[in-house]
């Protein structure tokens, strides 16, 4: 780690120590109090200049990296605000920079980097989860614009985003991927509606069912080519994949820190429980999967820096980072026992947290059959 990024880390540090402390985050997830404030805070360290793109070379080398590193750190404090600067950092400006026209990115941009708010991305459908190709919203022309009618499912952070990016058919003789388009569409446009979620974990990202019923867009509005919104989304995919990783590997690190802090503090038979082997191992083997899953999160951020095809490396590094976090949650709550069963406890909440993330943005399953069709096996080569 570089002295600039090592700086940069303490004061994010601190920022979290001020802004967000341990029994503020407890608070949040209590009450679904999405930390929104934080915003703020990223935009006047300048942690969202970073992502933009810049006039130095030797900087851009190492951009993702070193986002990397930070989304990392954010996700050791907090999940949360991991999780919210990713919303800021993939699926708005990087959605922008990668497939918005100038116009578009000199309305929203400038809004983004001043942590003005987030956009959210609303893709899933009752019955388009990870078939995502089974969308049924539809946008149809009028004049010069588009009517959106249709229904998205489990959409986080949708009421209070700059702007909704809706994936819509927009060729209804089209199937699967083909035949759909991005818009951005105002969460308080006529014709939306929206019923939040209750969830069990993730309780500070608010999920939402929305009702689009024949909601006007101007063409204006449309990302990127008519009937390419899947070639848009992977073109940003990569971005999100890499936030991801990087976000549960630090939470995956508070977890076995906390597990191995009250190993070494809990005393049964007449000494600290850390000292019997088969915990010492537990939380060897936890150690050495966080470890690996870093690895595996680091080199798809350099990947990314490097131009290279990184559509292995994206499956690779969100799989491993979240069964990772499923894994080492899971011994965290055998080795603290009742007392990470108790409701106040931190590691029952990345527990619960971590459910979400080997199904979330792209199933387990799923990773696995693109990891298999990029090595020329399993149902990716059939017929």
Wanted: overall charge negative; hydrophobic content about 45%; some cysteine.
């Amino acid at each position: 780690m570089s002295f600039e990024v090592e700086s940069l880390c303490g004061s994010i540090d601190k920022m979290i120590q001020k802004h967000l402390p341990p029994e503020e985050v407890r608070r949040r997830d209590e009450q679904s109090d999405p930390p929104n404030h934080l915003l703020k805070s990223f935009a006047e360290m300048g942690l969202f200049d970073l992502v933009m793109p810049s006039q130095d070379d030797e900087w851009d080398r190492n951009r993702w990296h070193r986002l990397s590193i930070i989304q990392e750190r954010l996700g050791y404090h907090a999940t949360m605000a991991a999780l919210l600067f990713n919303r800021v950092a993939c699926f708005g400006m990087m959605t922008l920079n990668m497939s918005a026209n100038q116009a578009q990115r000199d309305r929203f941009l400038p809004q983004l980097v001043a942590g003005n708010g987030a956009f959210a991305l609303a893709l899933s459908e009752a019955g388009a989860g990870s078939d995502a190709g089974a969308i049924q919203t539809r946008a149809e022309r009028f004049d010069d614009g588009w009517k959106i009618t249709g229904r998205k499912i489990w959409i986080s952070g949708a009421a209070d985003a700059i702007r909704l990016i809706v994936a819509a058919r927009t060729d209804p003789n089209s199937k699967g991927g083909s035949g759909i388009t991005l818009f951005m569409v105002d969460p308080n446009a006529p014709g939306v509606s929206m019923t939040q979620l209750e969830k069990i974990g993730n309780r500070c990202s608010l999920s939402y069912d929305i009702g689009f019923e024949e909601v006007v867009v101007k063409d204006d509005d449309r990302i990127g080519d008519l009937n390419d919104g899947f070639g848009c989304l992977k073109k940003t995919l990569f971005y999100a994949r890499s936030g991801l990783a990087a976000a549960v590997v630090g939470t995956a690190q508070a977890a076995v820190d906390r597990a191995a802090a009250h190993a070494r503090q809990r005393e049964q038979f007449g000494k600290p429980i850390a000292s019997f082997q088969v915990i010492a191992h537990r939380l060897a083997n936890m150690q050495t999967e966080v470890d690996l899953a870093r690895l595996l999160a680091r080199e798809l951020a350099a990947a990314i820096d490097s131009s290279k095809d990184c559509s292995r490396l994206a499956a690779q590094a969100k799989l491993v980072s979240t069964e990772t976090l499923k894994r080492v949650t899971e011994h965290g709550m055998q080795i603290m026992a009742s007392a990470a069963y108790a409701v106040e406890s931190d590691m029952n909440r990345y527990w619960r947290d971590a459910r979400l993330y080997t199904f979330g943005e792209g199933s387990s399953e799923i990773l696995l059959d693109l990891i298999a069709a990029d090595m020329g096996v399993g149902r990716g080569i059939a017929g």
